[in-house]
């Protein structure tokens, strides 16, 4: 379900994913789940939207976003998401972090399409997701 998929991760300077786990750890798992799978890593939001556009217009477009719950900007890339003249849905989820605004902040977040927050928890997002879109598009999963 994984293969091929092109997923980005993107950290937070501020903050950690809640549980003391590292986006580097979730990556090494789905990997394990799934070699062929494209994993990149951001270590801050500050480019998020260039390296979208660069990786749909060079590349190939991602299949989703990961960002660390950050107090200072996950708001911020949320509302220039929603606002971005994509021509395809990038699906973009939260992860919760060690934030002191966590809770509340995640509260107030528009247009995240899922709050994760663990290892398991975001491994089974994307299964559920990848699924979703296979069964959208007619693919069977048993063919995966």
Not at 30 to 47: G, M, N, R, V, Y
Not at 106 to 111: K, M, N, S
Not at 134 to 140: R, S, W
């Amino acid at each position: 379900m994984l293969q091929g998929r092109r997923i980005l991760l993107v950290d937070s300077p501020h903050s950690r994913p809640k549980g003391g786990w590292q986006l580097i750890d979730l990556a090494r798992k789905l990997l394990q789940i799934q070699p062929s799978a494209i994993i990149h890593l951001l270590e801050s939001s500050d480019k998020l939207k260039a390296t979208v556009v660069q990786a749909a217009s060079d590349v190939a477009p991602y299949d989703v976003i990961l960002q660390v719950f950050d107090e200072n900007s996950t708001h911020l890339e949320l509302e220039a998401h929603r606002k971005s003249a994509l021509d395809y849905d990038l699906p973009f989820a939260v992860i919760e972090s060690d934030s002191q605004e966590n809770q509340r902040g995640i509260t107030a977040l528009r247009g995240c399409d899922r709050v994760v927050c663990s290892i398991a928890d975001t491994a089974e997002y994307l299964f559920q997701l990848f699924e979703q879109n296979m069964h959208l598009h007619g693919f069977d999963s048993s063919e995966d």
